[in-house]
């Protein structure tokens, strides 16, 4: 399959990475939106969030502890930060391999555009 996230997970393209275990790699987005802009992806393909299954929810509950942990670790807790997962056209998403955006190091506005 011709997923850009796919070969970054197996390691075949470059990625600045900032964690990895069997089931997820997260890695700074090559266009940041933010000062800080990390994507937290799992391993195996899911084209979009309508693709998870609910017997994989907690690899999607993963991706969120595994945000926070990251963030921490990056010492974003204490001012804030915004977790993103876009859905579809209609939801901006440009990848199709699901992930979560990390963003932060400014003030987030508010609607999202
Ligand atoms: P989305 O629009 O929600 O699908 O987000 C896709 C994100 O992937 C965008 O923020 C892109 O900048 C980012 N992106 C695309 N290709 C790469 C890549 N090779 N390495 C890191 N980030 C990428």
């Not at 399959?1 to 790699?25: G, Q, S, W, Y």
């Not at 209609?90 to 999202?112: C, D, K, T, Y």
Request: glycine letters at 8%; charged letters at 15%; a negative charge.
């Amino acid at each position: 399959m011709d997923c850009i996230f796919c070969k970054i997970a197996a390691h075949d393209i470059p990625a600045k990475t900032v964690f990895e275990n069997e089931r997820l790699i997260a890695f700074h987005d090559l266009f940041p939106q933010a000062p800080v802009h990390v994507l937290i992806i799992p391993k195996v393909h899911f084209s979009t969030l309508n693709d998870v299954p609910q017997g994989e929810s907690a690899l999607l509950g993963e991706m969120m502890s595994t945000a926070t942990t990251i963030a921490r670790e990056l010492g974003l807790a204490d001012d804030g930060y915004r977790l993103v997962m876009n859905c579809g056209a209609n939801g901006g998403q440009s990848v199709f391999h699901i992930h979560l955006h990390l963003l932060a190091g400014r003030q987030m506005s508010w609607p999202p555009g």
